[in-house]
């Protein structure tokens, strides 16, 4: 999966690809050159010891797996959880299997969170370290919910730079077994403001990490709200119904203020799953853990300068429908990236 990882272009070049440790330099540390050319370097937060540099295009900030060593795979493993009955707390140990299949993990992509690092630590945009080009530049948002608090786990490491804030509260935040993860409930929501660069995209992801509970509702994880009423330029939700606590639909709705139109896959309730939502040229698909599992043409979209929000949506100018769970790795791409990419994000 290395390979894939490199072969997926940044947008504005292509990530450095290493022959040999002395091809990975960063001031007075010498790193490691990876399997399929992507150089790490020494990072004591990762259990391996080795994080990507700030130039290995997908693989930017994310740690190296423990069991790969100097030669390694593209994702950084999740252990995927069965939750507690609260819907608040997602174990860190291995419990119920995510995937189409069920397997026993789903992979998360980590970031780093330390934002006067430079190439030894990945952060994007980074410049010096390591020669090649920063990450991918259509990365608007990036949110990891790390560092320890609300302040650092609400920096945004997307080339917009700046911080999410929070309405009308911030949400707790919860060490798992690669990092930090925001735990949302009643009343709590963050927001990131608007601007020219989240407005008139042309395509666009949304994409997350999320666990929720079983409760009968139909929640919303991220979202664009439209207008002073109930409009949406778009929303990522799910649906659990009574029936069927252990089941819950995805859904992906765009739309310009008047009509909207959805996508929806399902998967499991208490169990961490990677959402994915594409939009471009008219056309709404959702991704459930890097697979594509529905797609449909969309209406017009229309865009204006409400903020995006994680963990609730608004309407009528009240914050609603609130996360019962955990949100983490979010991410706004303004561009629609391809069956292949999202499979990287989703550690597939």
């Given at each position: 999966?290395?390979?894939?990882?490199?072969?997926?272009?940044?947008?504005?070049?292509?990530?450095?690809?290493?022959?040999?440790?002395?091809?990975?330099?960063d001031g007075d540390v010498v790193g490691v050159c990876q399997g399929g050319g992507a150089c790490s370097f020494p990072d004591p937060l990762c259990e391996s010891?080795?994080?990507?540099?700030?130039?290995?295009?997908?693989?930017?900030?994310?740690?190296?797996?423990?069991?790969?060593?100097?030669?390694?795979?593209?994702?950084?493993?999740?252990?995927?959880?069965?939750?507690?009955?609260?819907?608040?707390?997602a174990p860190d140990a291995a419990g119920s299997g995510t995937g189409t299949e069920g397997d026993a993990t789903a992979s998360l992509l980590t970031?780093?969170?330390?934002?006067t690092s430079t190439g030894t630590t990945g952060v994007v945009g980074a410049t010096d370290g390591s020669t090649g080009d920063p990450i991918d530049p259509s990365l608007l948002l990036w949110l990891t919910f790390?560092?320890?608090s609300i302040d650092t786990a609400?920096?945004?490491?997307g080339i917009l730079g700046g911080a999410a804030g929070c309405d009308?509260?911030?949400?707790?935040?919860?060490?798992?077994?690669?990092?930090?993860?925001?735990?949302?409930?009643?009343?709590?929501?963050?927001?990131?403001?608007?601007?020219?660069?989240?407005?008139?995209l042309a395509g666009f992801t949304v994409a997350a990490w999320i666990w929720r509970d079983t409760t009968a509702v139909k929640p919303t994880f991220l979202s664009k709200p439209l207008g002073l009423a109930e409009g949406n330029t778009w929303e990522f939700y799910s649906d659990v119904k009574a029936a069927t606590p252990d089941v819950t639909a995805i859904v992906a709705l765009v739309g310009d203020g008047v009509g909207h139109v959805t996508a929806q896959g399902t998967t499991s309730t208490e169990s961490w799953r990677?959402?994915?939502?594409?939009?471009?040229?008219?056309?709404?698909?959702?991704?459930?853990?890097?697979?594509?599992?529905?797609?449909?043409?969309?209406?017009?979209i229309a865009w204006d300068d409400n903020h995006v929000r994680i963990g609730c949506d608004v309407d009528n100018g009240t914050p609603y429908a609130y996360w019962p769970g955990l949100v983490d790795d979010v991410r706004i791409y303004a561009?629609?990236?391809?069956?292949?990419?999202?499979?990287?994000l989703a550690g597939n």
């Open positions: 999966m290395v390979g894939l990882g490199l072969a997926l272009l940044t947008g504005c070049g292509s990530p450095y690809v290493c022959s040999e440790p002395s091809d990975c330099i010891g080795q994080r990507y540099g700030g130039h290995s295009g997908s693989l930017a900030g994310m740690c190296v797996p423990p069991e790969a060593g100097a030669e390694t795979t593209a994702t950084t493993l999740r252990e995927s959880s069965s939750g507690s009955s609260d819907g608040l707390t970031a780093t969170t330390d934002s790390e560092g320890g609400l920096v945004n490491y009308p509260e911030c949400p707790d935040l919860q060490d798992d077994l690669f990092g930090g993860a925001a735990v949302f409930g009643a009343g709590k929501c963050a927001t990131f403001p608007s601007s020219p660069e989240l407005i008139d990677h959402a994915a939502m594409v939009w471009e040229a008219g056309n709404v698909a959702v991704y459930i853990d890097g697979v594509s599992v529905a797609s449909t043409p969309a209406v017009a561009r629609a990236l391809d069956g292949a990419e999202i499979s990287v």
